[in-house]
């Protein structure tokens, strides 16, 4: 049984890895997230390098137009563990990890979700082994 993971987006914005500024700035704006939120990732142009869509979203209803995200199949995400002071150095390590050929990225829905105790899941969606 597949179970969906519905993310409702409370702002979107186009970006790339090389736009830090904009991406810090989207996540200053939100200033009342709820205990668990999430940052997603989608859209991607290419790869790491290109550009993506970018989304703060939490899983409780919103109005605000956006289209929610639907993330199925869980078991196709390898899962990073860390916390809000370490996410750069982790994303490092995974597009290291995709430059070694260690990781099959699939590049359709990445997602980091939030905790209040400062811990931070990054799930990267990977190609399946058939």
């Known amino acids: 049984m597949t179970s969906i993971l519905t993310l409702r987006p409370l702002v979107s914005e186009r970006l790339n890895n090389q736009q830090l500024d ?3 700035t989207l996540w200053h704006t939100q200033t009342n997230l709820p ?3 999430y940052g997603v990732y989608s859209n991607y142009q290419s790869d790491y390098k ?3 869509d970018f989304a703060i979203a939490v899983e409780q209803p919103t109005d ?3 289209p929610a995200i639907e ?3 869980l078991i196709l ?6 916390d809000r002071d370490h996410i750069a150095q982790t994303w ?3 597009w290291l990890r995709c430059q070694q050929g260690l990781i099959k990225r699939a590049y359709t829905v990445d997602f980091e979700k939030y905790y209040p105790d400062g811990k931070v899941e990054i799930y990267i969606a990977i ?3 058939c």
């Open 92 to 94: 490092q390590h995974i």
């Open 71 to 73: 993330i199925e199949d």
């Open 127 to 129: 190609m399946p082994f």
């Open 50 to 52: 290109g550009d993506y």
């Open 77 to 82: 995400y390898e899962k990073f563990i860390t």
């Open 35 to 37: 205990e668990i939120y």
């Open 64 to 66: 605000n137009g956006y």
């Open 22 to 24: 904009k991406l810090l």
